[in-house]
């Protein structure tokens, strides 16, 4: 007589989630974060300014003055600070804490939360982007009035790590992002690679070659190299999706007619000693740490290098 054959098991979404990072570097949810909450929440920032040309300098308002660092948000000029009772629906939804402490264990930490605006071609000045064209990040904080860089606004940003902006820190962060309306196609969505995070960190702009529709080739100098798998993040409203901080991602130019905005958290283990994360980076074969992360600027932050191969994909 033959054994009754067993149920298959099902995984719980704290295990998938560690399985999804070994695999890909990255978690997509299935379940959304409250499409309600998000709704409102847009409406609430949309109501504080029209994201349109208006946003920008003149020409000679900026050459008068040209600043490239420190036009992003930061504590008491990030918008955020206004909403913080209304956004529980993230930072508390249960699916969204579960797969957290997997990764990152009890007590984890949010390093930054900010808004991010994709800005449509549209709204973006002829002579911005005559200078722009070619960058390979294209973040238009210096570009942007004073009293609007509570918000980080992109024209397109090539394929990077999230490590780029944490020079000698191990990679025991990751990335939390989440759509406020539907994303498209059309409206700028993330491109993440999958699988690249294996290479551990590298220097940005990074050595891709595209093989396929949705492949790159990814070199990372004597740390190997991989075949990863693009994915194109698009979603309804509410849409959640995390990544490690090595995994490359990147976003073409919004080519809609409207702003593509999102919530963007940086979130890092703190209090735990071990963790799902552990699990992750024993499996990369490269760095877990830079001590230089890019070499596209210039000492004043000015782009130097003019390629870009996300607009490729």
């Known amino acids: 007589m033959s054994a009754m054959a067993q149920p298959k098991t099902i995984p719980s979404l704290a295990d998938q989630v560690v399985s999804d990072f070994v695999r890909d570097g990255a ?10 909450a998000a709704a409102d929440l847009l409406t609430q920032i949309r109501g504080l300014r029209r994201f349109d040309e208006t946003l920008f300098l003149s020409e000679a308002e900026f050459d008068a003055d040209p600043q490239y660092t420190g036009v992003n948000p930061k504590p008491g000029r990030n918008v955020l600070e206004r909403f913080e009772d209304r956004l529980g629906f993230v930072e508390q939804a249960p699916h969204i804490v579960e797969a957290l402490t997997a990764l990152l264990g009890e007590g984890y930490e949010i390093l930054n939360k900010k808004v991010v605006c994709g800005v449509p071609a549209k709204s973006v000045p002829e002579w911005l982007r005559r200078r722009i064209h070619g960058n390979p990040v294209n973040n238009l904080g210096a570009y942007v009035k004073p ?7 992109f024209y397109g940003i090539d394929f990077h790590q999230d490590l780029i902006d944490y020079k000698d820190r191990e990679a025991d962060f990751l990335t939390l992002y989440v759509y406020l309306h539907p994303v498209t196609r059309a409206d700028a969505p993330l491109y993440l690679l999958e699988g690249s995070h294996r290479l551990g960190g590298s220097v940005f702009p990074h050595d891709l070659t595209r093989t396929a ?30 990544w490690h901080a090595c995994t490359l991602h990147g976003t073409q130019p919004d080519a809609a007619d409207h ?43 000015a782009a130097v290098i003019r390629q870009n191969t996300v607009l490729k994909a």
Not at 27 to 36: G, K, L, N, R, Y
Not at 147 to 153: I, N
């Open 259 to 301: 702003e593509r905005i999102s919530l963007r958290y940086l979130i890092a283990r703190s209090a735990a000693k071990r963790s799902g994360m552990d699990a992750v980076n024993a499996t990369l074969s490269g760095p877990l740490s830079l001590s230089d992360t890019r070499k596209d600027l210039d000492a004043a932050g």
């Open 213 to 242: 529709d949705d492949a790159w080739l990814y070199r990372n100098g004597p740390h190997g190299e991989a075949g990863v798998r693009q994915r194109i993040l698009t979603g309804g409203t509410g849409f959640a999706a995390m």
């Open 27 to 36: 978690h997509v949810f299935e379940q959304q974060v409250d499409p309600a």
């Open 147 to 153: 009293a609007c860089r509570d918000v980080t606004y």
